[in-house]
């Protein structure tokens, strides 16, 4: 079974300058995370969907993030404009259904390093 | 002030060893404690899920405990293997939300 994909792996941009990461998850599952983990640090939930509902994007700063799951799918995480402190590796993970429940496995993604310079 | 507690932050352990992790949690209600193994430079990878009623779990040489009374687990490592070299995070699940530790940084040296 193929597992979460994510690109790109690595991006270097500059300060003000945008960026976009792409999810694509296993196959059939519904729910949709993406978290920002900062260097020792555990992951932060930035946005939660449900197919292609959102369901939790409380501490998503949408002044310069926004995220997508149009076809309730794939998923798209942009930045912009980037700052410094958006330096941190973004995981993408998905699960069968909602994550409070017991038993349901999270997948994660290897994740996209972003480095903001 | 973070809901999962672990500890130590990090340590160095012999290969062959034991080591034991511990997680504090204060996240209510509870629903289910996981224990996550991400290597560096990896997505994390889970190790064992528990729900309230069970209070061990085992896959392969980790060993995960719950004590939901005093709301601690804990993650023993048998036999330490180099590959064991990781960050071990505990993530607690309630109320429709995850709460993640920040992990236990796992050395293993020949």
């Known amino acids: 079974e193929a597992g979460v994909a994510q690109s790109p792996r690595y991006k270097i941009i500059e300060k003000r300058q945008s960026v976009a990461f792409w999810c694509n998850p296993i196959s059939g599952h519904a729910t949709l995370y993406w978290y920002q983990q900062i260097l020792g640090q555990g992951p932060k939930l930035l946005i939660q969907f449900q197919n292609n509902g959102v369901v939790d994007d409380s501490q998503l700063p949408k002044d310069r993030f926004s995220a997508e799951r149009l076809k309730g799918v794939d998923s798209t995480l942009k930045i912009q404009p980037a700052k410094l402190e958006d330096s941190a590796v973004y995981l993408c993970?998905?699960?069968?259904?909602?994550?409070?429940?017991?038993?349901?496995?999270?997948?994660f993604g290897e994740g996209s390093w972003l480095t903001v310079v | 002030k973070n809901q999962v507690e672990q500890s130590p932050q990090s340590l160095i352990i012999l290969e062959g060893k034991n080591c034991t992790l511990q997680?504090?949690?204060?996240?209510?209600?509870?629903?289910?404690l996981r224990w996550y193994k991400q290597d560096t430079g990896r997505g994390p990878v889970s190790l064992t899920i528990?729900?309230?009623?069970?209070n061990t779990k085992s896959n392969g040489r980790y060993t995960a405990t719950l004590d939901a009374d005093t709301k601690q687990s804990s993650l023993h490592i048998t036999a330490s293997q180099l590959s064991d070299s990781a960050s071990y995070i505990c993530?607690?699940?309630?109320?429709?939300?995850?709460?993640f530790g920040k992990g236990n940084q796992v050395v293993v040296i020949p």
């Open positions: 528990m729900t309230f009623s069970e």
């Open positions: 993530v607690v699940g309630g109320n429709n939300r995850l709460a």
């Open positions: 997680c504090n949690y204060t996240v209510s209600p509870f629903s289910n």
């Open positions: 993970a998905s699960s069968l259904n909602s994550k409070g429940r017991p038993g349901n496995t999270i997948y």
